[in-house]
Structures are given as C-alpha cells and as structure tokens.
C-alpha cells in the first residue's frame, strides 16, 4: 500500500465506525484535492468519524472527501462575506455536498449539515451515511430519483 491509497475498514461495534488511514497506490487516480484533504485528517484536520451507512467504501470515501472540501471552502466564503459568527457555514457545507454527489452519482441527493438535529429519511438502498466531520454532523441520502437505468413513468 502506498501513501496515496485511502483505506476504509469497517470496525465491529454497535454503531458502524469506519477508520481512514492513508497509504500509496500507483495506480489510484484521487485527485491532489483529495489526497490534501485526507492528509488533514492525519495531521490535526477534523477527524471523520462514519456513524451509520449502507454505502460502499468508494462512495463513503467519496463523501468524506467532499465533506471536508464542503467544510474548506465553506470557512472562506465566511470570511470572504464577513460572516464571523459562521451562521451559513452548514447550509454552504450541504449545497457543496449535494452538488458533488449529484454529478458523481446521479441527482436526487439531499444533505443536512449542522450541529444539532433530528431526522428520520425514507431513502434509495445503499445510498445512506450519517457522518462527523469533527464536531459537524453530515446527513448524506438519495431520495427521489428513478435510478440510471429506470424507466420514467408515464405521464397522461
């Protein structure tokens, strides 16, 4: 394993945990964007913590990735607007999400991001994950769509 390639490891316990270690691979094609942001993981970044999911492991990397890039440029865009007490951090955090896994995985995403709420979410097989990015929690669900390959139904 080289320094480039992300690991996800599922751990056994009541809640499903999942660790995220860097290694390298060759042959992986992250972006430098990626491997940036997992290195802040590793160095003092706030640390992703998978509380619940039915992902894959490539789609939950995905989304911790796009999670901390959401975070990033969420911190400019407070301070670029003067918005000291961060009020719109979360909403900016959730439209980056969404956007991303809209165009990666196909549209009808929806994310909430904040510090403090309740949900309850009828959502697609296997495109749930309920996550920490430190102290920020991140809901991640499709709902919605028809699928890629699903037929549109008839309109009369």
């Known amino acids: 394993m080289s320094d480039d390639e992300v690991q996800i490891e599922e751990t056994p316990a009541e809640e499903t945990t999942f660790s995220v270690s860097v290694g390298n691979d ?60 961060g009020v719109n951090i979360f909403s900016d955090m959730a439209e980056v999400i969404k956007k991303d896994m809209d165009a990666r995985y196909h549209p009808q995403w929806h994310c909430i991001v904040g510090r403090s709420f309740g949900s309850w979410v009828v959502h697609e097989v296997k495109t749930f994950c309920f996550f920490f990015l430190g102290t920020t929690a991140v809901l991640l669900f499709k709902a919605g769509g028809h699928g890629r390959n699903a037929a549109l139904p008839k309109i009369y």
């Open 26 to 85: 060759d042959d992986n094609d992250d972006g430098d964007d990626d491997r940036r942001y997992i290195e802040e993981w590793t160095h003092g970044g706030p640390e992703p913590t998978v509380k619940s999911t039915d992902m894959k492991a490539e789609m939950v990397r995905f989304s911790l990735v796009s999670a901390a890039k959401a975070l990033k440029e969420a911190e400019a865009l407070a301070e670029k607007r003067g918005d000291v007490a």
